[in-house]
């Protein structure tokens, strides 16, 4: 049965650049949400997708957008790289939408270096 | 708004119990969690305890919650050079219907021999 998978494992990317972060949920699971995490940090909620809707956002700015695909999959998707973009994005499932209470698992994470 | 607040470093020496604290803000959480985080790897779900519980036990965990002091702890018994890692704490806001996750910044358990 497998996990949360995230692609790619570390990435590398220049200011001003865009980059797409891959994540594909826990089997069975249909929600996906997704968090940063800087370093000596806990993680921070970035957004979370349900039927392929947003269905709630945190504290990021428009540069953070994302996709969930009708297999459940999920993308985040950041523009115009600044320097404190660089973290540890998580990437964690769940089953039942925004009022479910099952608890999310998460996959490892995508480390992302902006120089 | 939430906040999760938790010690930063803990060392305890292997066989002995560790005893990591938490306190949160928002009374009307529904779920706390603990998530153990190794070097290089994501968040693993160790246990989650219900609002309406006061203590639940899994093996060696042992997860206390303090609703009036609004304050959770987690027990690990007999612990083991292996438990070495970052543990969170985590609330499930419930302003609103998502299941949002609020965390603390973490507090690094290390084992002395």
């Known amino acids: 049965d497998a996990g949360v998978t995230q692609s790619p494992t570390h990435l590398i990317k220049t200011r001003g650049q865009q980059v797409t972060l891959r994540c594909s949920p826990k089997s069975g699971h249909d929600t996906v949400s997704w968090y940063q995490q800087a370093l000596g940090q806990g993680p921070q909620f970035i957004f979370q997708y349900y039927e392929e809707e947003e269905r709630q956002r945190g504290n990021f700015p428009d540069r953070f957008s994302g996709h969930q695909f009708p297999n459940y999959s999920s993308e985040l998707n950041v523009n115009a790289l600044l320097l404190g973009d660089s973290a540890l994005y998580l990437c964690?499932?769940?089953?039942?939408?925004?009022?479910?209470?099952?608890?999310?698992?998460f996959g490892d994470g995508t480390r992302l270096s902006i120089l | 708004g939430e906040d999760v607040e938790q010690s930063l470093f803990l060392s305890v020496r292997e066989g002995d119990s560790s005893v990591i604290n938490c306190t949160y803000t928002?009374?009307?959480?529904?779920?706390l969690y603990w998530y153990k985080q190794e070097p290089g790897a994501g968040l693993q779900l160790l246990t989650y305890?219900?609002?309406?519980?006061d203590m639940k036990q899994d093996q060696r965990l042992t997860v206390l919650l303090n609703k009036k002091d609004k304050h959770l702890s987690l027990r690990i018994a007999d612990t083991q050079t292996g438990d070495s890692a970052i543990y969170f704490c985590?609330?499930?806001?419930?302003?609103?219907?998502?299941?949002?996750?609020?965390f603390g910044s973490g507090t690094r358990l290390s084992i002395r021999p």
């Open positions: 928002d009374s009307s959480s529904t779920y």
């Open positions: 964690a499932s769940s089953l039942g939408g925004e009022v479910s209470n099952q608890p999310q698992h």
């Open positions: 305890i219900f609002s309406n519980m």
């Open positions: 985590a609330e499930k806001e419930s302003s609103s219907s998502a299941s949002k996750i609020i």
